[in-house]
């Protein structure tokens, strides 16, 4: 997503852009997430596009790292 907003920087000239944009792109959990913090009446709506890349990093690499525990765990109980 980051590659198609560098690559098209006359298309996604202000941040106001490149954030309706990459929200428009997102689905299922990660739609749900985003919006919830990007509608219009947040306190903490997003400003720069880093912020929501952030914000998606941080819930995905906490749900992965739960996937990862929870298969490790698993694996122990059947050795």
Do not use: G, P
Not at 14 to 31: H, K, Q, T
Not at 33 to 39: D, E, G, R, S, T
Not at 61 to 75: T, V, W
């Amino acid at each position: 997503m980051n590659d198609k907003l560098q690559t098209n920087v006359n298309h996604f000239d202000n941040e106001n852009i490149c954030i309706a944009y990459v929200i428009s792109r997102l689905e299922d959990d990660a739609a749900e997430y985003i919006f919830a913090q990007h509608h219009h009446d947040a306190s903490h709506s997003y400003i720069l596009i880093y912020e929501l890349f952030e914000h998606l990093k941080e819930i995905y690499d906490e749900l992965n790292r739960n996937r990862k525990c929870r298969r490790e765990y698993n694996a122990l109980r059947q050795a």
